[in-house]
């Protein structure tokens, strides 16, 4: 009898403790131990982003810029080598260094240019010989003429004492000679204008050589460039290179003239591009996430300042885009124009909403459902969101704080009870 009472009370013990073991089970949170396939729905802010990869640059910069005599077509030099630059990056005061041109097709253009004004100097010396010389030779011959012209005058005066035709012949050969010392004065001009027309462009190219020899001279002055004013050196872009850095040994000319430029490291934006699909959630305005792989553990902070109306292709990309300029709000780091930025643009925000892991919603976009688990059983509930980020779902409807919810689809579903909305 004993021993039949004894086994009914370790009976109720054991039914017991299953009970409480159920009841644990059921009712604890599950926790790391169950290898981490189990998660709680969590309540709080919720952020909605659009994410972009941008590049730091300056709203305002001071341009490095060519000799202005470069950009003088009367030095005939289309172009000229960077020989040396400072390290970008470098912080200069106004005055400073910043970079040299080579100077070789300037020398060799001055050696020519001197040896062209001195053969034009010579060449005009004995235009201006010549030129007196076929004058002064012009003149004897019309006094000559004109010598001949008085002679006739006298005849005529003479004739009016001899017959009618010796009068007509008289008059005939005044006329003749009148006509001579014409041409002859209207030669005298036109040679006159012909030398002094040669004389002429002998001086205008003495004058552009002149002009050409002072461009070269300024040139050659200003074949090392310096800071304009303080600020940090950032190398300009080859255009003709695809848009890279400049560097030692490209050349630089009136069309692709920015050799550096001094930016201003207060005023800041990231220049990226948003895919078409995601442009219709951006607006003007909205706040921005910004981290910079120089400064990994640092959240700047921005907004977005403009948008592009027409989209085209993004760069390195087979997509399209929109350009989309966010402003970086002031901060203390020094950040440099050419750093990659990873933007994440905020397009919502719920102060105190209910969000899920993106690994626990199942289904497509007309049913999204997720698989709750209450103690031993695991139930498919339907369930509404409203937005999401890279990280989590927002959920409308369907669940409440800290319910469980798989991450992983369970073996077996045919037995898997659907609770509707």
Request: hydrophobic share 40%.
């Amino acid at each position: 009898m004993m021993f039949t009472k004894l086994n009914k009370k370790v009976l109720w013990i054991i039914g017991a403790a299953c009970v409480v073991l159920f009841v644990l089970m059921y009712l604890l949170p599950t926790t790391i131990e169950e290898g981490g396939d189990v998660v709680e729905c969590e309540q709080g802010l919720f952020e909605t982003t659009v994410t972009t990869i941008g590049q730091i640059e300056a709203t305002e910069t001071i341009d490095i810029t060519i000799p202005d005599a470069l950009r003088d077509r009367r030095t005939r030099i289309w172009g000229i080598k960077i020989v040396d630059m400072v390290a970008e990056g470098t912080k200069v005061k106004k005055g400073d260094f910043v970079a040299s041109l080579d100077p070789t097709e300037v020398d060799s253009e001055l050696k020519s240019v001197l040896e062209q004004l001195d053969q034009l100097q010579n060449s005009f010396e004995s235009a201006c010989l010549d030129s007196s010389l076929r004058l002064s030779g012009y003149r004897d011959v019309i006094l000559s003429a004109k010598d001949q012209l008085a002679d006739k005058e006298i005849k005529v005066e003479q004739s009016k004492y001899e017959s009618k035709a010796y009068q007509r012949q008289a008059q005939i050969e005044y006329e003749k000679a009148l006509r001579e010392v014409g041409k002859k004065e209207r030669d005298l001009t036109r040679q006159r204008i012909r030398l002094e027309v040669g004389i002429r462009r002998i001086e205008d190219d003495i004058k552009f050589r002149n002009e050409r020899l002072n461009k070269l001279k300024e040139l050659k002055d200003g074949l090392k460039i310096f800071a304009p004013s303080d600020g940090m050196v950032i190398y300009g872009k080859n255009l003709w290179e695809g848009g890279r850095k400049f560097k030692i040994g490209d050349e630089v000319n009136r069309y692709n003239p920015n050799v550096a430029s001094l930016p201003n490291l207060k005023s800041l934006v990231s220049q990226s591009f948003v895919q078409e699909v995601d442009i219709k959630h951006v607006k003007v305005g909205q706040k921005v996430k910004i981290k910079v792989d120089a400064f990994p553990e640092v959240l700047f902070t921005g907004k977005v300042l403009k948008m592009a109306n027409i989209g085209q292709k993004i760069p390195g990309k087979q997509m399209n885009g929109f350009s989309v300029t966010i402003e970086l709000d002031p901060f203390n780091e020094d950040l440099f124009p050419g750093m990659t930025s990873n933007n994440s643009i905020i397009t919502g925000s719920w102060v105190d909403a209910l969000y899920i892991p993106r690994e626990a919603l199942f289904g497509n976009d007309s049913l999204k459902f997720v698989y709750q688990k209450r103690g031993f059983s695991i139930t498919k509930q339907i369930v509404v969101t409203g937005g999401e980020n890279e990280t989590y779902f927002r959920i409308v409807k369907g669940l409440n704080k800290g319910d469980r919810l798989l991450l992983n689809k369970p073996a077996d579903i045919s037995d898997i009870e659907t609770n509707e909305l």
